[in-house]
């Protein structure tokens, strides 16, 4: 390797903005979230519903990557991504999912587990229409995950599609569309001094939410 990266060593960061007690935390996950959401925007965190997807190949080979959450209410974590990418085969094996939230400007990380479903047509539909014509058009140009000779290929594509969508509304492609999270699992970390973090899990019981700290 030319370059030395060994300084990697020294690089450390103290946290220290804030603390996360049991007694301050909401009664369900989602409402916590949406405060801790609320926070990273009202922070400026650069894309603040970017999050960490992290799925397992058949063979159990964990995978990872990011994606924007679209929406989240009682009934889960909403993305969009086509069905047929690596991400989509491989939920497509094993549905159990999770999700990852890191905050820097906050010092803060959210740690969801779950199970993921498609989203129905009709939601995936009205979010797909929602979107720029470009990234619609770009939706149905990328067989996502695919190997392809170069990117000339995509652009010819791009313009072929440009053209023949010019004068009509972009129909949903089958391969592309939401899957939504139900979460069993949340833990809300938010970092501390001396290495000694502060960590919130809400696990799921039949009738609600187990709340519980975890040492750092
Ligand atoms: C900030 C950011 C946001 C992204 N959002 C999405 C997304 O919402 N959906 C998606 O399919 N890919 C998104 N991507 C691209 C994915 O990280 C990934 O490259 C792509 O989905 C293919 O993943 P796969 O081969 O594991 O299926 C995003 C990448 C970045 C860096």
Redesign the pocket.
Known sequence: MEKDLSYLHDIRKEYIKANLHEENVEKNPIDQFSNWFTDAINAKVM?PN?MT?A?TSANGQA????????DVDERGFV????YT??????IAKNNKIALLFFWPELERQVRILGTAEKTSYQESEEYFHSRPVGSQLGAIVSH??ARIENRSIIEENLERLTEEFKDTEIPLPDYWGGYRLTPHYLEFWQGGAQRLHDRIVYEKTDSSWDIYRISP
Do not use: C, I, Y
């Open positions: 894309e970017a997807l799925t995978n990872a990557r990011t994606v924007l959450l679209k993305f969009f991504t086509n990418s690596t991400k989509g085969q491989e996502q995950s």
